[in-house]
């Protein structure tokens, strides 16, 4: 597909074409001034723009769905305005969802646009036949029927990778690990692999490796390291962001608010001219001290004002931040720009709209009009479940701060990743020979049906690795044969669908390094030794720090997986993430020591003569 020349730098805005900015900072701060001691801070606005009044806490004149089932237009290009939403009733004073949405939502989430020569995306389902590849005649017949079959398969977005973050936290802090949070293929892609440089014209790169698997006879491991187009801050779109920010009591434990305000801080430093800005925070109630600002044009320092003055206080209402956010970022819709709303949080909610699947329905809605969720999760007992939702339903970037490094690198020089994308509502699928038939799938979903598997969206500055294992009919791959990958996507900035297809001959295929194959394979393995470590019974009493788990059987297979990990580590060079892989694995099982058995004492040692009334009658 021809494709434009993505190299050089968006064109620059006409500032006057953006709202004027508002400041609210008196009213947001000024409640809590006595509680917090922030009577210093200024409360004055700038810009000169009056924005939308707020009342109580709650958006005044805020818009958000009403259940119809308009949509933001899809094919529209970026110099198109955004219709406004469906206003709210009157009699409804507050952004919040109601339940009757659900069906629209889901509805709208299964819409794409037209386009001349674009694939039908709108197609439900496949028979058996156009699944597969028909088998050739001079391969031997078996009884398995999914030979040579063309399978859709996803890792999830490429920016979820909370899981890797939270089991790590968990592994340092000798925490407790349930077993739900080890999610394999975030933990996979949180590692890096090699990639093949992305082609001009293209959005994605395929590098393929395929090698033997020499625990099971006629089985091959096929690694397909996806990367997605690079992107930089100089060529980047410009970004409408709505900072949706907990500072709920919650957010004082564990220096949780010292984290998000550090990386709010350090994301200011990742924004460029042209950038616009919305924070949006909440407790029980919810306030907006910064509506509008654009970098370039609007006094820096009012925006690290507003940042320096977060204080945690109040109750956590999830729902009515994220839906206040959402109205927020709707109403101020730029199509030049990369819509995105940023929820940082604990998750803790404990008033309002509690029920998971209701408040994740605001993110599948606004999916549908093209604004984008980044969940950014903080503390070690935030809900996961919550934002998992949230992201899952908004098919949105997912991450959790459990360091200051981590910090640093999401909000740092990886906060494009957080905001950008290169593609979306993507669908990857592989097309296999008829001499191969997916055995193992080491991702999240995988089907020969394509409403089977949730479309993705990919960030930019993102990889991921599809690791299976194939079943070669006749124990051994046919080097003739051919394996192709398909990539069905939109374009971000034009609506535009488009297809890149990319073919392999297995015989070059395993010519190949096959490194990426070696160091998935010793990952998976730390992960499903992991996950059996998770899933055994807690000790009695245990705590936190090293040797305070006694677990006799659990130190000996750690030493078992201690030794199968050093063994697959030999074939992967001096790997550093490697090393991490097996400091992880150490440092989990250095929370175990063995039963301390009594030691019988050695008696053979001269001894002194003894009391009468010590010794037996019949020595005496």
């Known amino acids: 597909v021809a494709r434009k020349n993505r190299s050089v730098s968006p064109p620059k805005l006409n500032y006057r074409d953006l709202p004027a900015l508002t400041m609210r900072m008196g009213e947001c701060f000024g409640r809590y001034e006595e509680d917090a001691k922030l009577a210093g801070i200024s409360t004055g606005g700038g810009g000169g723009g009056s924005g939308s009044g ?55 989430a299964q819409e794409a646009p037209a386009s001349s020569g674009a694939p039908d995306r709108e ?29 859709y398969l996803s890792n999830d977005d490429s920016m979820s990778l909370s899981s890797a973050q939270r089991v790590m936290f968990a592994i340092d802090s000798f925490l407790p690990l349930p077993v739900e949070h080890i999610r394999p293929h975030e933990l996979l892609n949180y590692f890096s692999f090699d990639t093949a440089e992305v082609e001009d014209g293209h959005d994605f790169s395929i590098l393929p490796a395929v090698e033997r698997d020499p625990r099971q006879e006629g089985v091959y491991s096929l690694a397909l390291s996806v990367s997605g187009r690079p992107v930089t801050k100089q060529t980047r779109r410009n970004a409408a962001v709505t900072f949706v920010i907990d500072r709920s009591g919650s957010m004082s434990d564990e220096g949780r608010m010292e984290y998000l305000k550090r990386g709010l801080r350090k994301s200011v430093s990742e924004l460029k001219d042209g950038d616009m800005v919305h924070l949006v925070l909440f407790d029980h109630e919810v306030c907006t001290p910064v509506e509008n600002f654009v970098v370039g044009r609007d006094d820096m320092a009012q925006l690290k004002q507003a940042i320096d003055a977060l204080e945690p206080m109040g109750a956590t209402d999830v729902h009515l931040g994220l839906s206040t956010g959402y109205a927020l970022a709707d109403r101020s819709y730029q199509g030049h720009h990369s819509n995105r709303v940023v929820l940082i949080t604990d998750a803790l909610t404990n008033t309002g709209e509690t029920d998971e699947g209701m408040i ?91 409403e089977d598997v949730q479309a993705i ?75 059996v470590m998770a899933a055994r019974d807690y000790p009695q009493s245990y705590g936190y720090s ?75």
């Open 360 to 450: 994740a329905m605001i993110s599948r809605y606004y999916d549908t009009r093209r604004i984008r969720l980044s969940g950014v999760g903080v503390g070690r007992d935030f809900n996961d479940s919550l934002l998992d939702s949230l992201t899952e339903a908004g098919k949105g970037a997912y991450v959790f701060l459990g360091s200051e490094a981590e910090v640093d690198a999401v909000f740092g020089g990886r906060f494009i990743s957080l905001i950008e994308t290169v593609a979306m509502d993507v669908h990857f699928r592989l097309h296999l020979p008829a001499s191969l038939r997916m055995n193992v799938f080491y991702g999240e979903e995988s089907s020969v049906y394509k």
């Open 54 to 108: 707020y009342g109580g806490g709650m958006v005044a004149g805020s818009t958000a769905p009403s259940g119809a089932k308009s949509k933001r237009a899809s094919s529209a290009k970026p110099s198109t305005p955004a219709p406004p939403a469906p206003a709210m009733p009157s009699s409804m004073p507050t952004p919040v969802l109601s339940a009757d949405m659900s069906a629209p939502s889901m509805e709208m």
């Open 546 to 620: 090293a040797g305070s788990w006694v677990d006799e059987e659990a130190y000996y297979l750690c030493e078992e997986g201690k030794g199968e990990l050093a063994k697959q580590a030999e074939s992967t060079g001096d790997d550093p993430e490697v090393r991490r892989v097996l400091q992880l694995w150490e440092k989990y099982c250095s929370r175990y020591e063995l039963v301390r058995r009594p030691v019988k004492r050695d008696t053979l040692h001269k001894r002194t003569p003894g009391w009468p009334g010590a010794t037996p009658e019949t020595v005496r």
């Open 123 to 151: 197609e439900k389902s496949e028979s058996k036949e156009d699944a597969q590849i028909a088998a050739d005649d001079d391969l031997p017949a078996d009884e398995y029927e999914d030979w040579g079959a063309a399978i």
């Open 457 to 531: 969206h990919y960030f930019a500055n993102t990889s991921q690795l599809f690791l299976s294992d194939l079943v070669a009919r006749g124990g051994a791959i046919r080097p003739q044969d051919d394996i192709m990958v398909t990539i069905e996507y939109e374009d971000p900035e034009t609506a535009d669908e488009l297809v890149e297809e990319y073919a392999f001959r297995l015989g070059e295929v395993m010519e190949i390094d096959p490194y990426n194959v070696r160091k998935a394979r010793l990952v998976m393995t730390f992960i499903d030794m992991l996950a």
